[in-house]
């Protein structure tokens, strides 16, 4: 049954919108929420059902500047910059945060009795620069090809370091699959490879047919091919720029290792750029406790819907920031695009999550923080899915596709089992 609004008035104090529906009840929403689910194109992309607007881009102190109730279906809002976003009745009326609409809400996204569970693992306190050619005042370390070099440890973006196999070269950079690469020789090669993937936040290296056969299966096959697409079922596979993310926080238990292999790069634009969460985390609880305490503690819906590989449709809730009984950080769970529009938390703790996600991003994309580079034809780096968050600039759409990139991830429990078992055999000497 279709629902339909009675009246509509924006609360300027408390910066919410207020509707009475023609079934007596009366639903409260708050303007940053209104504003960052924009439905419009500029702030949604449809054929990925996600999000476009960044969370630098929103205002999270906004306010209704004009409301417009047009034939009791939809609402017109018109924003202090002068955009303007429409929201459907039947829409808003799925999305109340009573407890009681959230509460029926959650049920039909989830079977309760269910319920699930997550592995975690404990990470490295430091990381290491993938591209020391870029940097300064580096040590040389020998037998690593491309002029690898290491950086002094410290909790900076600078500490990332080169490790590539030596004994093999890097892959074609035409070769689309990263199961096509180069054998890897010897298992102490790949043991001392996956220690390195595993204490290090970020590695630049070959990676090893006998790990491709045990990487994850998703929606989008065991690897997917990151370039403009028509149509696009992820933001990724758009020329827009990419906030910093973790992947997949809309699995239950996200990918912990993440590959990707450059084909080809775009002239102009299209850098990477990653920054260690762990670093940003220590820092937000130390300037403002209050702020960690709201991401690590406040439940967040993420979904993924479309169609790839096979049709899909997948919802969970994670914590932003996922602490372990000592407190310690032990995975970030954030992408903006697929963060969902529906939230469930009362109203009132709305508008103090959005300030504490809005320091979050901005602690982020300080500049001692993040760490910028750009990937050549034949790359492949390898990072901690639970750890770093990785973006991307934007580039010009041309005639043809201009950057190519190739993804595909392993679960940690995989590559903690296979080194366990590598361990053991190289220290037997087989």
């Known amino acids: 049954m279709s629902s339909a609004i009675?009246?509509?008035?924006?609360?300027?104090?408390?910066?919410?919108?207020?509707?009475?529906?023609?079934?007596?009840?009366?639903?409260?929403y708050p303007a940053v929420w209104l504003r960052d689910n924009c439905q419009c194109p500029r702030c949604y992309l449809d054929s990925a059902k996600a999000r476009k607007l960044l969370i630098?881009?929103?205002?999270?102190?906004?306010?209704?500047?004009?409301?417009?109730l047009l034939s009791q279906r939809k609402v017109h809002i018109t924003w202090p910059d002068e955009h303007v976003s429409d929201f459907e009745a039947d829409w808003l009326k799925k999305r109340c945060f009573s407890q009681k609409s959230r509460a029926k809400l959650q049920k039909e996204l989830f079977l309760?009795?269910?319920?699930?569970?997550?592995?975690?693992?404990?990470?490295?306190?430091?990381?290491?620069?993938?591209?020391?050619?870029?940097?300064?005042?580096?040590?040389?370390?020998?037998g690593l090809h491309r002029g690898a070099a290491l950086?002094?440890?410290?909790?900076?973006?600078?500490?990332?370091?080169?490790?590539?196999?030596?004994s093999v070269q890097p892959p074609n950079a035409s070769t689309s699959s990263l199961g096509c690469l180069r054998e890897w020789e010897g298992k102490k090669s790949l043991c001392?490879?996956?220690?390195?993937?595993?204490?290090?936040?970020?590695?630049?290296?070959?990676?090893?047919?006998?790990?491709?056969?045990?990487?994850?299966?998703?929606?989008?096959?065991?690897?997917?091919?990151?370039?403009?697409?028509?149509d696009a079922n992820n933001v990724a596979y758009t020329t827009g720029k990419l906030s910093f993310h973790t992947d997949y926080p809309a699995l239950h238990h996200p990918p912990g290792v993440q590959f990707l292999h450059c084909i080809?790069?775009?002239?102009?634009?299209?850098?990477?750029?990653?920054?260690?969460?762990?670093?940003?985390?220590?820092?937000?609880?130390?300037?403002?406790?209050?702020?960690?305490?709201?991401?690590?503690?406040?439940f967040v819906d993420f979904t993924d819907i479309g169609v790839d590989f096979c049709d899909f449709s997948v919802q969970s809730k994670h914590k932003i920031i996922e602490i372990d009984n000592k407190g310690q950080v032990i995975r970030i769970n954030f992408n903006n695009s697929t963060r969902d529009t529906?939230?469930?938390?009362?109203?009132?703790?709305?508008?103090?999550?959005?300030?504490?996600?809005?320091?979050?991003?901005?602690l982020m994309n300080h500049r001692e923080n993040k760490f910028i580079f750009k990937m050549h034809p034949g790359d492949v780096i390898t990072f901690d899915n639970w750890r770093l968050l990785h973006g991307r600039r934007s580039y010009e759409a041309g005639t043809e596709i201009s950057r190519h990139l190739e993804g595909g991830y392993a679960d940690w429990d995989v590559v903690m089992s296979r080194l366990r078992i590598l361990k053991k055999i190289v220290k037997n000497g087989n």
């Not at 950086?151 to 030596?166: E, G, K």
């Not at 937000?284 to 709201?294: G, P, V």
């Not at 703790?349 to 979050?360: D, T």
């Open 6 to 28: 009675l009246k509509v008035e924006a609360l300027d104090a408390e910066r919410l919108v207020r509707i009475r529906w023609d079934d007596g009840e009366e639903s409260l």
């Open 56 to 68: 630098e881009a929103l205002d999270v102190n906004t306010w209704v500047k004009n409301l417009t």
């Open 112 to 142: 309760p009795a269910l319920g699930f569970s997550i592995i975690y693992m404990d990470a490295n306190k430091a990381i290491r620069n993938p591209y020391p050619h870029i940097g300064k005042s580096v040590a040389r370390v020998p």
């Open 151 to 166: 950086f002094p440890l410290s909790t900076t973006p600078q500490n990332i370091v080169c490790m590539p196999c030596p």
């Open 192 to 230: 001392q490879w996956l220690i390195g993937a595993r204490l290090r936040a970020l590695v630049v290296s070959i990676i090893p047919p006998s790990l491709c056969k045990h990487m994850f299966l998703l929606f989008y096959r065991h690897t997917w091919q990151v370039q403009d697409k028509i």
């Open 264 to 298: 080809k790069q775009t002239a102009t634009g299209g850098e990477s750029e990653i920054v260690d969460g762990f670093n940003v985390c220590r820092q937000l609880k130390e300037q403002n406790s209050k702020a960690f305490q709201i991401l690590s503690s406040t």
């Open 342 to 362: 529906i939230f469930d938390i009362p109203v009132e703790k709305v508008q103090p999550f959005y300030a504490a996600l809005k320091e979050f991003v901005n």
